[in-house]
């Protein structure tokens, strides 16, 4: 029996205790939720979806799944707030999935989901092994998961356009940057080039482009043609670990520096400012841990991620990247929310 000097036992015994298990119980399941989006993303869900309301049939036989599992499926997701189901069982989108998984839109953002369920999720079930032995689970050949995953001088269509998903989340914030003070961007690790084409469309004065490896040319001068801006913004193919990086009034470096160790950050940043013209700006975003290292769990977790996924990899908080900008020589260091997750930092040569 609890011995009444021991409140706790107490509280256990009368299940009266004022806290409950259901947050730790949610979060050590939270994959099978996270894992139903995923599915539905590949499997075109939303995208089908788009056209107009289906029934349970219709909408099982559109993206080709079996009867057994179709209903708690798409109920599923319907508990989960991405769709909806009206009084006749006709499911359609949420307003959420509509805007923003809807394949055929521009606000399409379901690369970066996919890029989680190929590139992700299959290797965090690795995690503890990476705990264990501080070393990528990603089973990287070279241990840079690009140029291993470019090796073949292909780039997956799946990666590049997750990056286009991920960079249209942070455009809109980043095109509010006074632009107007200046004439030319490179963004550097650019993938296909979504950044500085959502700028250049909004500031018609702004020339420039974006610095990746060459197996990236094609995917950068197609996506950029598509939006009628090849005469704006060009590709400069190179490795910007061994060469210089072009130069601009202003350069970016997007979820970047992270995938490396402390040396090479530095190392780039140091390279970033000697390529700058003095009063040139550097922005750098990321999703940034908060300087305590106590609630941001998306860049705690982008970190464990780069531990999964890299050799040296590690997300940092603005207080580490100040000191690291300083030392290259940057001032005036101000950092801006640019979603939820992700912030900037600016600094000026
Ligand atoms: C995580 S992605 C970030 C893409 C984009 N900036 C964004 O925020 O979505 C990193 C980019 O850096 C590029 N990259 C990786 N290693 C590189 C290298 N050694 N030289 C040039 N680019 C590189 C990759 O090809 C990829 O496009």
């Not at 990287?140 to 291993?148: E, I, S, V």
């Not at 989340?169 to 959502?198: C, H, M, N, S």
């Amino acid at each position: 029996m609890a011995s009444l000097r021991n409140p706790i036992a107490l509280d256990a015994v009368m299940n009266i205790s004022p806290v409950t298990s259901d947050r730790i119980v949610n979060l050590g399941k939270a994959f099978r939720a996270s894992k139903a989006l995923l599915s539905a993303v590949e499997l075109g869900v939303f995208t089908a979806l788009a056209h107009g309301p289906r029934d349970l049939e219709m909408l099982r036989t559109d993206i080709g799944i079996a009867e057994r599992g179709a209903r708690d499926f798409f109920d599923s997701l319907v508990a989960l707030k991405l769709l909806e189901r009206d009084e006749v069982g006709r499911y359609r989108n949420g307003l959420e999935a509509g805007h923003y998984l809807d394949r055929a839109k521009p606000t399409y953002i379901g690369g970066e989901l996919d890029n989680f369920n190929k590139h992700g999720y299959p290797h965090w079930q690795f995690l503890t092994q990476a705990l264990k032995t501080g070393k990528p689970q990603n089973g990287a050949a070279t241990g840079n998961r690009f140029l291993d995953r470019y090796s073949d001088q292909s780039v997956p269509e799946t990666f590049t356009e997750g990056m286009t998903a991920g960079a249209r989340l942070v455009a809109p914030a980043i095109a509010k940057f006074p632009w107007d003070r200046y004439r030319t961007v490179i963004d550097i690790g650019t993938a296909q080039g979504a950044l500085p084409v959502e700028i250049a469309r909004v500031h018609e004065h702004i020339t420039g482009g974006g610095f990746d490896l060459a197996p990236m040319r094609p995917h950068f001068e197609s996506y950029v043609k598509k939006q009628g801006l090849s005469g704006r913004l060009r590709f400069h193919a190179g490795d910007f670990l061994h060469d210089p990086l072009p130069s601009a009034d202003v350069m970016i470096m997007g979820r970047v520096l992270h995938n490396w160790d402390v040396i090479t950050k530095t190392m780039l940043l140091n390279k970033a400012y000697n390529a700058l013209p003095p009063a040139g700006a550097l922005i750098v975003y990321e999703r940034m841990i908060d300087d305590a290292r106590q609630v941001s769990a998306p860049g705690l977790l982008s970190s464990l991620n780069m531990l999964i996924m890299t050799e040296g990899g590690f997300d940092y908080t603005v207080a580490d990247l100040t000191v690291w900008m300083q030392h290259a020589g940057f001032y005036d260091l101000r950092v801006e929310r640019l979603t939820s997750e992700l912030s900037m930092v600016v600094g000026t040569k």
